[in-house]
């Protein structure tokens, strides 16, 4: 009787989420959906609601409307790019503050989290004057170095050293006269090793997915990000559905790939970073 | 110990002062790599956080289309602003969409979580994955995925609605059904993300809380209105507060959908896109910088008025 009922109660437990779920996946269901078919069945009523066989031809429809292989070069270089040097100096300075003691290391850390709070909009219109002037408007700088030292990074690489990292490895890195430097880069670094995949793949797909920032210091089609130049396709096209879809396909699919992959770490990196602060 | 310890601090404190600079700056000076490390920060920070901050304000005292001379308009600009319609409209615009999203989002994620959080669930980790993924996926994609289906004519939503023998709705035509679209695609990307911060949250409530319930008597639905919500309410409160700031910045979601026109009658203008157009379209950057100001005032005072409100509610 009692297992009867838990297992009515299982299901529409598994149910109820099973909405959700589809929900969730909907869109890019529809997503695929849109870019395999030709315009005019995704527009006529009834629509065509299964995958067809146009995507070669959509995708070929946007390669010569857009240089869309430079823009999924210049997002890679970006993202990538970005990354690299998030995590160097994020983790540098987040063990620096978990590890060693130093004069005015308390007010310097609270200055670093008042910033968070900060607005991106508040700088915005100044920071874009100062690119132009500075002649860094259409370059990959513009989008990389002010980004570069954040805040969150170093938070949460200071979190992680100092669960991870015991004082006494590095007391006895210092006997063996280790340096400031060279105790981050042998002792620190392998056992920050889980943080850095949380970052790098956190950091790498903010910078993917950002639109704004490139979409005010970029003007020049051969520099835009993936975002942008979709965004540009979807104003231009918007009534070729098939070749705007395929678009989006072909910028979005990379970094679910990525994600599949790496979920699991990731989703707890997210939960970790939100109930510690 | 303890004792001890005081005790030291106490002499540290007073050897420092009065010894006084020589011997901190020789503090400095030996760990002056340790400077070095965390100086990116800070060096960054002055150049892209600090300086165009006072720039901003600096600017928004200004009147300057970025070409010539800016001239001086003293407070002029705010005095604008304040009768400004198309501003309030966008601020109205903000908070409509803050409103829809905001409460079907987190109650949806709330659930999402006690739903997860069931000890021994089958398929955890699918449902964990399926749930987040709508985070990963660019703004600029979802909202081009969202165009088609709330499309006026040829959406998808309006087939299914005429399948079902409803009639078709004009989404994009109407003020507030934009601001509906709108407020879907930010529910649709953040309801999972919030959903696992506050799963996080719950499986630091000891079981046995549940168990105790269970046995006095408890349905779910009491569990969860009587457990689970008081005893995450620091969470909450963190996802409110989180919420209300990204609400207040909203701009891609508008501005892809409808372009920089904000929809019919500008009902789709936000704040910051409200921003971005006085800046980047009309070249009025000293009078977008004084709508970042005004921003600013808005997100901290807003921000401070829910922190009050949730704090008050959760502590009856």
Redesign the interface.
Same mark, same amino acid.
């Given at each position: 009787m009692n297992g009867k009922f838990s297992r009515l109660k299982n299901i529409a437990?598994?149910f109820?989420?099973l909405i959700?779920?589809f929900?969730?996946?909907f869109?890019?269901y529809?997503?695929i959906v849109?870019s395999t078919n030709k315009t005019s069945d995704?527009?006529? #009523?009834?629509?065509k609601l299964i995958f067809g066989n146009e995507f070669f031809t959509n995708i070929n429809n946007v390669l010569q409307n857009v240089d869309f292989f430079k823009s999924f070069l210049n997002t890679l270089f970006v993202s990538t790019t970005s990354a690299v040097a998030i995590l160097f100096?994020c983790s540098?300075?987040g063990?620096?503050?978990a590890k #060693?003691q130093?004069?005015?290391k308390k007010i310097?850390f609270t200055?670093?989290l008042i910033?968070m709070m900060?607005?991106?909009?508040?700088?915005?219109?100044?920071?874009?004057?100062?690119i132009s002037k500075m002649g860094w408007v259409n370059t990959f700088p513009a989008l990389i170095?002010?980004g570069?030292?954040?805040?969150f990074g170093?938070f949460w690489m200071k979190q992680y050293s100092e669960e991870a990292i015991h004082d006494s490895l590095l007391d006895a890195g210092r006997l063996d006269g280790c340096?400031?430097?060279r105790l981050?880069w042998n002792i620190g670094l392998p056992i920050l090793r889980p943080a850095f995949a949380f970052l790098g793949i956190f950091s790498f797909?903010s910078v993917?997915?950002d639109?704004?920032w490139p979409l005010?210091v970029l003007n020049d089609p051969a520099k835009y990000t993936?975002?942008v130049t979709?965004?540009q396709l979807?104003?231009i096209y918007n009534t070729d559905?098939g070749l705007?879809?395929a678009g989006?396909l072909l910028?979005?699919l990379p970094?679910?790939i990525i994600?599949?992959f790496v979920?699991?770490q990731?989703?707890?990196g997210?939960?970790?970073g939100?109930?510690k602060? | 110990m303890n004792a001890t310890n005081t005790q030291e601090v106490t002499n540290n404190v007073q050897y420092m002062k009065p010894v006084g600079k020589g011997s901190?700056w020789r503090?400095?000076y030996k760990?002056r790599?340790?400077?070095l490390?965390?100086s990116?920060?800070?060096i960054?920070?002055l150049?892209?956080?600090l300086?165009?901050?006072f720039?901003?304000l600096y600017?928004s005292f200004h009147k300057w289309s970025?070409l010539g001379k800016m001239e001086f308009v003293g407070l002029k600009q705010f005095t604008y602003l304040l009768t400004d319609t198309t501003f309030w409209q966008s601020v109205g615009n903000t908070f409509a969409i803050w409103f829809l999203s905001t409460i079907p989002m987190l109650f949806?994620a709330l659930v999402?979580a006690f739903?997860?959080n069931?000890p021994l669930?089958?398929?955890k980790?699918f449902?964990?994955?399926?749930?987040?993924?709508?985070n990963?996926?660019?703004?600029?994609?979802?909202?081009?995925?969202?165009?088609?289906?709330f499309g006026n004519h040829?959406g998808?939503l309006n087939?299914v609605f005429?399948?079902i023998g409803l009639n078709p709705v004009e989404w994009l035509n109407s003020g507030i059904l934009i601001k509906v679209v709108i407020a879907s695609m930010v529910i649709?990307r953040w309801t999972?993300?919030n959903a696992?911060?506050y799963?996080?949250?719950l499986q630091?409530i000891p079981n046995t809380l549940y168990e105790a319930a269970k046995i006095d008597g408890a349905n779910l639905v009491q569990m969860f209105f009587h457990i689970t919500i008081p005893l995450l309410r620091p969470?909450i409160l963190?996802?409110v507060l989180m919420t209300t700031?990204g609400s207040?910045?909203l701009?891609?979601e508008p501005?892809?959908l409808l372009?920089n026109s904000g929809g019919v009658g500008g009902a789709g203008v936000t704040i910051?896109m409200y921003?971005?157009k006085q800046?980047?379209v009309d070249n009025q950057?000293g009078y977008?910088?004084a709508v970042?100001?005004v921003? #600013?005032g808005i997100?901290a005072l807003f921000s401070l008025l829910n922190w009050k409100i949730v704090q008050k509610t959760g502590a009856k």
């Open positions: 437990l598994h109820l989420l959700g779920v929900i969730s996946i869109p890019f529809w997503l849109m995704i527009l006529k #009523f009834p629509p100096f540098l300075a063990f620096t503050f #060693f130093f004069p005015g310097l200055l670093l910033t900060i607005p991106s909009q508040l700088s915005f219109v100044p920071s874009y004057i100062m170095i002010p570069l030292a954040n805040a170093i340096n400031h430097f981050y797909i993917w997915n639109y704004l005010v993936l975002q979709l965004s979807n104003g559905y705007v879809m989006t910028a979005t970094l679910i994600f599949m979920s699991r990731f989703i707890s997210i939960a970790a939100a109930i602060d | 901190l503090k400095v760990n790599a340790l400077y490390f965390i990116p920060f800070y960054l920070f150049i892209f956080g300086f165009p901050i720039f901003s600017l970025g949806g999402i739903l997860l069931t669930l089958k398929f980790g449902y964990r994955t399926a749930f987040f993924v709508t990963v996926t660019s703004i600029v994609a979802v909202t081009i995925i969202f165009k088609s289906i040829f998808l087939y005429t399948m649709w999972g993300y696992i911060i799963l996080a949250g630091s969470i963190f996802t700031i207040m910045q701009f891609t501005q892809v372009g910051t921003m971005y800046a980047f950057y977008a910088s970042s100001w921003l #600013f997100i």
